[in-house]
Structures are given as structure tokens and as C-alpha cells.
């Protein structure tokens, strides 16, 4: 018997049933600290004290549909099959540029909204989203240079063969592991973003900075500047590579 692949099921789930809660935070990003902070309560994972689960909701979807499933072996801490995408992942991975990559901070803070929703337990350790707009606003004034935030985190997601290779079996629409499995349901990906923070420049020269705080990151990285067009330096391409420490070079 053929089954759907995981992938489909679960983002059925996340077109259809999709909460108002995930929707609140982007509408509400700047909101003060206590509602914020209820939000990121909401979507702290953990186990649930309870097996009944409001299935209208989509967290309360997700978690049913995991409920049985050892989140210990979700190595990041982040799954993609758990969150909420605002964004197609699959186009932010650092290693081409083309127009469905496009990065201003608008679309960075979806992508990072995503991530910080796909948290299944406690490896990933994202900053709380008040405390990012925050950081953010601290730097996005006219009077100093332009600031860069960087994104750069490893998650997991189901392969799409889960369920055709018995890695993971579905029970009354719900996910449970496979005893003695030939290998692990979860594959790495990685995502990549980097964006200004001030979204205009100034009449005449303007100067840029990046702030080691500013890349949020497990990785160190390697990041590559090329000023360019009537000796206006604006970013045309990054690169990056994993180093043995920090570092930014102009090519």
C-alpha cells in the first residue's frame, strides 16, 4: 500500500490548520515584552502534560500528530515538518543567489519566525523574539553605520521516504517510531540569511559593520564583501563556509 510521503501530509496540516497564534506574532512583533512572552510560552515545546489535544489548532494538530515520537533524536532541535514555513526553506541554504532568495529584513524575520515555530525541544535555544526586535531596533538608527543581522542554523526534516521505508509508522494520524530502523527519519538541512537592518542608505557615502553579536549562528563562518556599481558598496553575493574561527574578508 503506498502512503503519502510525510512531507505532504504535514504540510497539509500547515496550509489548513494554521493557528492564530503563529499568525499573532508576526502581526504583533512589536508588542510589549508580556505578550510576547506568552506567545513564546505557547510554543516552548515540552512534553505534553496531557494526551488530549485541541486538533482545531495547529499546534495542537502538530503535537498530536508527534505525541508518540522520541523528539530526543531530533538532533537541532529544530524540525521543519513541526513549524511553520512563511517562506520555502529549500531557497535559503547560502550557496547561490537568485531572484526566490531575496533577503530584506521583512523576509529575514519571517525566516527566523519559521525556525523559532519549529522548535520540538530544548537543543535549539532561540532567542525569544522580543528580546531579537530588541537587538534589532538597538542598531537601526540614521546615525550609526549599516548593520547586517546574519542567520545560520543547521534543522532537521522527515525524509521523504519515511514512511514508504518503514523508518516511521501512522497510527489514527499520528507518528510513532520504528523499533530497530536501518537508519534515523531525520536528515539535516541548513538555512542562511543575512540582511540589513536599516533598509535605506544615506545621500552620499554611506559605512556598514558587521557585528560578530549580530549572525546568530552554531557555525563560525566565513563572509565575503564585494563592493561594486560606481564605488557604491552594496552586497551583490555572500559566501560562506564553515572556518575554525570568525571571519570577514573584502574581496
Known amino acids: 500500500m503506498a502512503y503519502p ?16 497564534v503563529i499568525l499573532l506574532i508576526i502581526k504583533f512583533w512589536k508588542m510589549n515584552r508580556i505578550f510576547i512572552l506568552i506567545i513564546s510560552k505557547i510554543l516552548l515545546v515540552g512534553e505534553a502534560q496531557s494526551q488530549s489535544y485541541d486538533t482545531t489548532q495547529y499546534y495542537g494538530k502538530m503535537n498530536y500528530v508527534f505525541h508518540h515520537v522520541n523528539k530526543s533524536q531530533i538532533a537541532t532541535g529544530l524540525l521543519r515538518d513541526y513549524g511553520i514555513e512563511f517562506l520555502n526553506l529549500d531557497n535559503y541554504t547560502g ?49 550609526l553605520p549599516i548593520s547586517f543581522i546574519g542567520l545560520h542554523y543547521n534543522y532537521n526534516k522527515l525524509k521523504d521516504y519515511t514512511l514508504t521505508n518503514n523508518l516511521m509508522t501512522v497510527s489514527n494520524e499520528q507518528l510513532y517510531d520504528v523499533s ?67 571571519c570577514i574578508s573584502e574581496i
Not at 519571517?110 to 534589532?136: C, H, V
Not at 536599516?198 to 564585494?226: D, I, K, P, W
Request: proline share 4%; charged share 15%.
Open 5 to 20: 510521503s510525510i512531507a505532504m501530509v504535514l504540510r497539509v496540516f500547515r496550509v489548513f490548520v494554521l493557528s492564530p
Open 95 to 143: 550557496t547561490a543567489l537568485h531572484d526566490s532568495n531575496f533577503v530584506a529584513l521583512d523576509e529575514w524575520r519571517m525566516l527566523y519566525t519559521g525556525l523559532y515555530s519549529s522548535q520540538i525541544n530544548g537543543n535549539a535555544g532561540l532567542l525569544y523574539l522580543d528580546t531579537l526586535n530588541r537587538f534589532i531596533n538597538k542598531y537601526n538608527y540614521d546615525s
Open 180 to 246: 530497530g530502523r536501518t537508519e534515523s527519519p531525520y536528515e539535516t538541512k541548513t538555512l542562511f540569511a543575512i540582511a540589513p537592518i536599516r533598509q535605506a542608505g544615506l545621500t552620499g557615502s554611506n559605512q556598514f559593520v558587521f557585528r560578530s553579536e549580530s549572525l546568530l549562528t552554531t557555525h563560525f563562518l566565513c563572509l565575503y564583501f564585494t563592493p561594486k556599481k560606481n564605488n557604491i558598496p552594496y552586497l551583490i553575493n555572500f559566501w560562506f563556509r564553515i572556518c575554525t574561527k570568525k
